[in-house]
């Protein structure tokens, strides 16, 4: 009965909930300049205490998750494995040339210890001699003049 009175654009719409009719909402008049940059900074505030939010939250249960641990190892083999590798090396070598190896193999590590020192003794050196060759160019230059 007059229902498409009501219906007509500025009139009060259909309100289901409360069973009768319920004013228009009126349309927004758009902000100034000055009001949107406000909104904006507040909108741009409550993004960032959200992400410290779930950064804290994160941080918080990090303990609880399970994590993969990244490690160092040899051709992508842990130590298990390289482990059983040099077992079936030992038992296929033998007693008598696993004997020999470690034997050898002390000795290489014996003249390991003597390199620090060797170099070391090498690096003093080369400053003695650049020292001395800076001398003598001071002493011809000298000469010279």
């Known amino acids: 009965r007059g229902l498409h009175r009501l219906l007509l654009p500025g009139g009060p719409t259909p309100c289901r909930r409360r069973g009768g009719m319920r004013p228009r909402p ?29 950064r804290r939250r994160r941080e918080r249960h990090a303990h609880k998750t399970r994590r993969s641990v990244v490690t160092n190892s ?30 050898d193999f002390g000795k290489v590590a014996g003249e390991l210890k003597d390199v620090p020192k060797e170099f070391k003794e090498g ?23």
């Open 74 to 103: 040899l051709f992508g083999l842990g130590a298990p494995e390289l482990v059983v590798i040099l077992g079936l090396g030992a038992f296929v070598l033998g007693p008598d040339k696993l004997a020999s190896m470690a034997k």
């Open 26 to 54: 009126r349309a927004r008049r758009p902000r100034a300049r000055h009001q949107r940059e406000i909104v904006q900074k507040h909108k741009s505030r409550r993004n960032e205490r959200r992400t410290r939010q779930t």
């Open 123 to 145: 690096l003093e050196e080369g400053e003695a001699a650049k020292a001395a060759r800076v001398l003598e160019s001071g002493e011809k230059e000298e000469e010279s003049a």
